[in-house]
């Protein structure tokens, strides 16, 4: 099946050879793009989709997010907003509700976000275990989250459970090694929340190049709450991303430059945190590759909205909007690894979206306004 899609005002491809270009159409060929030109030239297709002017642009890559669990923290987020710190203490009351969940209320709540996040955009989402935090829980979470998306992670150290509070070492141990076997077969990705009260540089190493050694891929939670040394330890050992990145001394940015791990930038969670936003225009001016994406989770964040994203990081971080789009989409891609994702190019996945708007200038300009027209996921109209 082929659509042309035509009478498109401006068509945001993030290839570098187009850039932004105008009063264009394209053509998608079953699920990958087939032809960008003026529409006087397209070829014949099966069907049409008229964009009327509007902006298109590539669906939203979302490379972080937490989305199998049960229950939410909305009285903790009341709490913030009346004085307390946030603290990730609050990560072991999501693991309480998600033990006690079937299979059946995980994959359903993880369904209703993947499904929030597709009306906003979103057509690539990264899910992250975190709230079992046992053999068995972990392993739960990720076979749930492998029937939901392609992008899946393993991050058994979330925080150490209370069962071994006051033995953390066993506790990594066990993530190093049993729940890391269970949790493979369904992970492509293993992460770590490096930070202090979870777990410090060594205790992330370790898991790290666990994971590694059994085929995953690397990212890691790094300076979300104060200065550490999760950047660097990503940078060394070659993670695709470095995620948070708020707290920064110039020997991280430099680190950061010269390598091609992704600094992910996730707004929300200071927004959601009453906390000061990373500096993204520190990070680009460097050299530095960023992605947006979202931190969906109950406690810190959440947001399934990419556009949201989109308008802290120019409003708040020093972005243009088109760098923000360009890190929402081709900067989630790269932070998963995936040239086949966040561009419109011909061979590229047909995932893209019509604004209701002219311009993506639009997706910052009207924070909170629901833009998003169409979704084309994999080359079919949602
Ligand atoms: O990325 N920082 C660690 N994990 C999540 C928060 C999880 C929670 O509070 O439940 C985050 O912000
Ligand atoms: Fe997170």
Sequence with gaps: MSLLVTNIGELFTNDPGLG?????????????????????TAPDADSLLDADGAAVLPGFVDSHAHLIFAGDRAAEFGARMAGQPY???????????TRAASD????????????EALRQGTTTIEIKSGYGLSV?????SLRIAAEIVEETTFLGAHVVPGEYSD????????????????????????????????????????ILTAGAKRGLGLRLHANQLGHGPGVRLAVELGAASADHCTHLDDADVDALASSDTVATLLPGAEFSTRSPYPDARRLL?????VALATDCNPGSSYTSSMPFCIALAVREMGLTPSEAVAAATVGGATALRRTDLGRVSIGARADLIVLDAPSHL???YRPG??????????????
Excluded: K
């Design 136 to 140: 068995a829980e972990e392993a739960r």
């Design 362 to 364: 639009h997706l910052a």
């Design 167 to 206: 033995r953390p070492d066993d506790y990594v141990d066990l993530v190093c090694g049993e729940m890391l076997e269970a949790a493979a077969p369904h992970a492509r990705w293993v992460d770590v929340f490096c930070e202090r009260g979870a777990f410090d540089g060594e205790q992330a190493r370790a």
């Design 369 to 382: 306004v629901p833009l998003i027209r169409s979704v084309l996921h994999n080359g079919v109209l949602q």
């Design 20 to 40: 932004i270009v105008h009063d264009v159409a394209l053509v998608v060929d079953d699920d990958r793009i087939a032809w960008i030109g003026p529409a006087s």
């Design 87 to 97: 603290t990730g203490g609050g990560i072991r009351t999501t693991v309480a509700a």
């Design 285 to 289: 001016d460097a050299g530095v590759s």
């Design 104 to 115: 059946e209320e995980l994959r359903r709540n993880a369904r209703r976000l993947v499904g």
